[in-house]
Nanobody, 116 residues
């Protein structure tokens, strides 16, 4: 069973930056690199929303609220996806999850709190 493990969350002040990582295991590199990766976030009482995604060819998608502030990348050799978050706002506070789009595979989530 493929596993995804997020890391890099924590507390940051408004305007600060943070980088999340999502490491995949129990998957061979060729299969990992042939698929997409996505980052979602969820706050209490709300549905999980797609924040950003990246295809196997590197095509990216961002939800409007993070465009120009967040960047999704991937390192296929390390089987790791990243979400660089800049100019963070309090409304970015959420639990962030990574996933393989179209699968039922999700990480355990990492809390990001933006507060002064």
């Amino acid at each position: 069973q493929v596993q995804l493990v997020e890391s890099g969350g924590g507390l940051v002040q408004p305007g600060g930056s943070m980088r999340l990582s999502c490491a995949a295991s129990r998957i061979i590199s060729t299969i990992y690199s042939s698929g997409g990766m996505g980052w979602y976030r969820q706050t209490p009482g709300k549905q999980r929303e797609l924040v950003a995604s990246i295809t196997s060819r590197g095509t990216t998608y961002y939800t409007n609220s993070v465009k120009g502030r967040f960047t999704i990348t991937r390192d296929n050799a390390k089987k790791t996806a990243y979400l660089q978050m800049n100019s963070l706002k309090p409304e970015d506070t959420a639990v962030y999850y990574c996933t393989i789009p179209g699968s039922s595979i999700w990480g355990q989530g990492t809390q990001v709190t933006v507060s002064s």
